[in-house]
């Protein structure tokens, strides 16, 4: 079920520069690659590769490998006794809320992907840790960025939510429901900084989950087209509406439902 809730909440600035050349989002307050057939056909001769050609995954068959490939990363880092929050906050000398991680975000100049983790101030009963906030620049660094969706894990890395906000929130360049959920492939990173695994990770957590994503972006639109502050304040300025629509999952269950 989807849900779409308002949050008061109060904001600390937040900002940075970026690796790839001041491209940190800053916010005035608040806040797969698929393994493909053809590898193993392209040396068997045309009629293989002409078999390749026609073949397409099903929708099935690109979530299963989304969902290998997340468990995959989280296996690797549980070998070394890691996880994805672990790894994403391995340089951090200190860990302070709404603070990016890494410092000055990660891009990935070839997709044009961008994210950040920050974490929440401590509150009793809470099962979020943070989130990952994940968009992308389409045309490129010095080009408009669009939030895609948070993702939200626990202390342990583990993934809890997926959710997406109100512009203010970000600060993002707006682009309506339908240009966002376009965007959704181009989120894929290959990238060292600040884990490979951990860009994997996000990766295939975005590709397993993107029917959903989808509808949590086009329930963002309408809860905002909706929205009508008492005050006169525009609905994507208002702090009153900060979280816009949100799903509660579990990737092992998700996973285990498509028998992985």
Same mark, same amino acid.
């Given at each position: 079920m989807l849900r779409s809730r308002a949050v008061f909440r109060r904001f600390a600035m937040l900002g940075g520069s970026c690796s790839g050349g001041g491209l940190a989002l800053r916010r005035s307050t608040g806040?797969?690659?698929?393994?493909?057939?053809?590898? @193993?056909?392209? *040396?068997?001769?045309?009629?293989?590769?002409?078999?390749a050609a026609a073949w397409r995954p099903t929708m099935d068959e690109t979530r299963s490998e989304a969902a290998r490939q997340? %468990?995959?990363?989280?296996? #690797?880092?549980?070998?070394?006794?890691?996880? $994805?929050? *672990?790894? =994403? *906050?391995?340089?951090?000398? @200190?860990?302070?809320? +709404?603070?990016?991680?890494?410092?000055? !975000?990660?891009? !990935?100049?070839? =997709?044009?992907? /961008?994210?950040?983790?920050? @974490?929440?101030?401590?509150?009793?009963? /809470?099962?979020?840790?943070?989130?990952f906030h994940c968009f992308v620049r389409p045309e490129g660094a010095k080009g408009p960025i669009?939030? %895609?969706?948070? #993702?939200?894990? !626990?202390?342990?890395?583990?993934? #809890?939510?997926?959710? =997406? $906000?109100? /512009? +203010?929130? #970000?600060?993002? !360049? +707006? %682009?309506?429901?339908?240009? =966002? $959920?376009?965007? %959704?492939?181009?989120?894929d990173l290959h990238f060292a900084r600040p884990s490979y695994l951990v860009n994997r990770w996000l990766a295939a957590v975005l590709a397993l989950y993107a029917d959903e994503i989808a509808a949590l972006i086009r329930e963002r639109d309408k809860v905002l087209a909706g929205h009508r502050p008492d005050n006169g304040t525009p609905a994507r300025d208002d702090r009153a509406l900060e979280v816009t629509s949100e799903l509660g999952v579990d990737l092992r269950q998700t996973a285990a439902g498509l028998g992985v």
């Open positions: 806040c797969i690659a698929l393994c493909c057939r053809t590898c @193993s056909l392209a *040396l068997r001769g045309p009629a293989a590769i002409g078999q997340a %468990l995959f990363c989280e296996q #690797v880092l549980a070998k070394s006794g890691s996880n $994805v929050l *672990l790894e =994403t *906050l391995r340089e951090a000398k @200190s860990v302070a809320a +709404w603070e990016h991680f890494p410092q000055g !975000d990660v891009f !990935d100049p070839e =997709t044009g992907a /961008q994210w950040y983790y920050h @974490s929440h101030p401590p509150q009793e009963g /809470q099962a979020e840790h943070g989130h669009h939030h %895609l969706v948070a #993702v939200g894990v !626990d202390a342990y890395g583990r993934l #809890v939510r997926l959710f =997406t $906000v109100n /512009q +203010w929130v #970000v600060g993002d !360049d +707006w %682009l309506e429901a339908e240009g =966002t $959920v376009a965007l %959704l492939p181009r989120f």
